[in-house]
C-alpha cells in the first residue's frame, strides 16, 4: 500500500500532523508502537511557561523575545502567527470529540498539581480550569481536597498543606477529606489496589454517579471549591462533570495525578478518533525499524511485524518522541536515531549530559538534544545532507527544554502542524 503521508509515531505531534494531513485529503498512515507522553502527562497543553528561570504569564509576548533570541529553537522555526493557528486549530478538532479545552486567550493560567503547587500552562480541560475559577477564587474561603479510599496515587494531606503556603489562599481554609465508595468493594479487588484507571471505571457506570455525588456533598458541603484526583471518567466525563456538579451543587475540579493520566487518555481518544473519522489508518502496537534511503529520498520504512514488507509514501514525519519514547537511544557513552541514524544536536562527553543536582534550575542538557533539522523541519543524515521528503515533529527535535521552558506539547503541537502544512504544499505543488 503507497500512502501520501506516513508518520511514524502517535503523540500529539504526529497525530496532530496526521489530523492535518488526513483533514486536507492527504492518504495517511500513522504507525505507533506504544504510549506516548500524553499517558503520563499532566493532560494541560503547556505553550510557555518559563524563561530565563522565571514563570511566563503572557506566553506570545515571550515567544516574540524567544523567536528573536534563540535561532534554533523549533518555536522559530515555527513563528507566531503558525503557532497561533497551530493552536486554535488543535483545539478545534478536540472539539470535534468532545474534549473542551479552557486558555486564557493571551495569558496563561495556572492549574493546581498533584502536589499542591501551582503550574502555567496554556491549556486545560474545563473541568481542570474554567472561567468560574477565574471569577470566584478571590472570594473563596474554603476548598476541599477529596481522596476516594483505596486510591493510592494521590494524597490530598500533601496537596492541601502545599496549597495553603501560597499567598492567593491566605485567606482560605483548605482541608483533605477521604470519602469511601461502596462500589468499590463490589468489583472484587483488593481496595488498596486501586490506580486512576480503576477508579475512573466506577464512574463511567451511570448507576454509580448519584451516589458518589451523594458523598462528595456530604464531605465538602460548605466548600466553595471541590478539588479531586483526574478520575471523573474516560469517556463520559463531560456528563459525569455536569452531573457531579448539579447534584452536589458545588463546583468540582480535577487535579493531574500520577500515571495512568486520565486527561492525557481524553485527549489520546479524542486525537485518534478525529485522524480515524478523517479516514486516517492508524497501525499500532508496531515499531519501524529501519528505512530505505536514496539519494536523500527515503523510498519505504520497515517494522518489527513486517520486515520484509515495504511501507511507501511519498513523504514521511518523524514523530518518535524523545529518551523517554523511544524516539532517541542514549547508551553508556553514545546516542543516536534509531530508524533513520539522523544527525543529533549533543555534547559526545556523558558527565555533560546532566546536571549533577537532579533539581537543578537550569535543568539537564541532555532535555534540550535531538535531531537537527533546516527551517522546513526537514532533517540531516550522518553526512550532513537533508533527507527531502522526512520532517520531524515534538519531543525529538532538538534545542529547546520541555521542562525548563514549560513548552513540551505546545511545540509538539506547532511542529506537527507545520511539518503537515509542508507536506500539504509540497503534494499541491507537485499534483
Ligand atoms: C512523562 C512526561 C510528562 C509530560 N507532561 C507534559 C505535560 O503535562 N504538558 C506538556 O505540555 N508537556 C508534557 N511533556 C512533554 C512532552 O514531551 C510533550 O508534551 C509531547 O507530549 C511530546 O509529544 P511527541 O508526540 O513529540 O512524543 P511522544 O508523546 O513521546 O510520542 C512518541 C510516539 O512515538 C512512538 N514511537 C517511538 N519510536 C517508535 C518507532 N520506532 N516506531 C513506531 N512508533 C514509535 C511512541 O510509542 C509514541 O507513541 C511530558 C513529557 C514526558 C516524558
Not at 11 to 39: D, N, P, Y
Not at 247 to 271: F, Q
Not at 323 to 328: D, K, N, T
Amino acid at each position: 500500500m503507497r500512502y501520501d503521508c506516513i508518520i511514524i509515531g502517535a503523540g500529539v505531534a504526529g497525530l496532530t500532523a496526521g489530523i492535518r494531513c488526513a483533514k486536507e485529503g492527504l492518504h495517511t498512515a500513522i504507525i505507533s508502537s506504544g504510549m506516548s507522553a500524553l499517558h503520563f502527562s499532566s493532560g494541560s497543553i503547556d505553550l510557555l511557561g518559563y524563561r530565563d528561570n522565571a514563570v511566563v504569564y503572557k506566553p506570545f509576548e515571550a515567544i516574540d523575545q524567544l523567536t528573536g533570541t534563540i535561532a534554533q529553537h523549533p518555536y522559530t522555526k515555527c513563528g507566531k502567527p503558525l503557532i497561533i493557528e497551530a493552536l486554535l486549530f488543535f483545539k478545534q478538532e478536540c472539539e470535534q470529540q468532545g474534549l473542551f479545552l479552557f486558555d486564557n486567550g493571551n495569558l496563561n493560567h495556572f492549574h493546581v498539581t498533584t502536589l499542591g503547587t501551582l503550574k502555567p500552562t496554556y491549556f486545560s480541560q474545563r473541568s481542570v480550569f474554567n472561567e468560574d475559577v477565574y471569577s470566584r477564587f478571590k472570594a473563596m474561603k474554603k476548598i476541599v481536597i477529596i481522596n476516594f479510599e483505596g486510591y493510592r496515587d494521590f494524597h490530598p494531606q500533601l496537596a492541601a498543606a502545599q496549597l495553603s503556603k501560597h499567598s492567593l489562599f491566605a485567606n482560605c481554609e483548605i482541608v483533605a477529606k477521604q470519602i469511601e465508595m461502596p462500589q468499590l468493594q463490589d468489583d472484587g479487588k483488593y481496595p488498596h489496589e486501586f490506580r486512576s484507571i480503576d477508579i475512573a471505571r466506577i464512574f463511567e457506570k451511570e448507576a454509580n454517579i448519584e451516589k458518589i455525588a451523594d458523598l462528595i456533598r456530604l464531605a465538602a458541603k460548605d466548600a466553595d471549591f471541590v478539588v479531586m484526583p483526574a478520575v471523573m471518567g474516560i469517556t463520559n466525563f463531560n456528563q459525569i462533570h455536569n452531573k457531579l456538579q448539579s447534584r452536589t451543587r458545588l463546583l468540582v475540579y480535577e487535579v493531574p495525578t500520577l500515571p495512568p493520566s486520565i486527561l492525557g487518555m481524553r485527549i489520546d481518544n479524542a486525537l485518534k478518533s478525529r485522524f480515524a473519522e478523517l479516514g486516517g489508518v492508524y497501525i499500532a502496537g508496531d515499531k519501524v525499524v529501519r528505512a530505505d534511503i536514496t539519494d536523500d529520498v527515503v523510498n519505504a520504512i520497515y517494522t518489527n511485524s513486517h520486515p520484509e514488507n515495504p511501507m511507501e509514501a511519498q513523504c514521511y514525519i518523524l514523530s518518535t518522541g524523545s529518551f523517554f519514547s523511544g524516539g532517541l537511544v542514549s547508551e553508556f557513552d553514545n546516542m543516536y536515531e534509531p530508524i533513520f541514524k539522523l544527525k543529533l544536536h549533543h555534547e559526545p562527553e556523558r558527565n555533560k549530559w546532566y546536571n549533577q543536582n537532579f533539581f537543578h534550575r537550569d535543568s539537564h542538557a541532555f532535555l534540550q538534544y535531538g535531531v537537527l533539522t533546516d527551517e522546513s523541519l526537514r532533517p540531516y543524515d550522518s553526512n550532513n545532507n537533508i533527507i527531502q521528503n522526512l520532517y520531524c515533529s515534538g519531543a525529538i527535535m532538538a534545542h529547546y527544554n520541555p521542562i525548563k521552558e514549560g513548552c513540551g506539547s505546545g511545540v509538539a503541537i506547532s511542529t506537527g502542524y507545520k511539518a503537515a502544512g509542508q507536506i500539504i504544499n509540497l503534494l499541491k505543488r507537485m499534483s
